[in-house]
């Protein structure tokens, strides 16, 4: 089964812990040689998705929206971004080269293409800006591949 990512970033401390504790179940309800996880592995929900799949001893493919996209991530973040996009599979790449809102969009789009399931890790408000999680999720939906969404009862943004 390959299973997307999206999410927003810049969860708040609690909220991380249990978005975490919400993924990690979800993947190791699964078996590992049965689950391919495909990630933007941008901070937040797309990076602990990857990661707990890679513990999981399943297989990881990354998306990289843009040539630029690493250097409009967070600077603590890179470590984390290398080593994940250095342990996938597989890499797919959009072609564009700016890390923009369209980049961003047709990374996810890319993604949805390539998977059977997304997890959504999201609390149903609408996007934040073009190409947020709402936008990713209506579109997924629309597609017809199912959606399930993941957030902590009584969390917010």
Known sequence: MRVGITGPRGLNTPVEAQVRALL???????????????????????????ETVLEHGSRLEAVVPAAEYRQ???????????????RAADIHHTGMAESTFKAHQAGSEIL?????????????KPARGYGGTADVVADTERTGIPVRVLWPEGASR
């Open 24 to 50: 990690t179940e979800y993947v190791t309800a699964h078996d590992p040689a049965d689950l391919v996880g495909v990630s933007c592995t941008a901070d937040g929900p797309d990076s602990w998705f990857a």
């Open 112 to 124: 949805v293409g390539l998977v059977d399931e997304l997890v959504a890790v999201w609390d149903g």
């Open 72 to 86: 409009g991530l967070p600077d603590w973040h890179h470590p984390v971004y290398d080593r994940l996009v250095c």
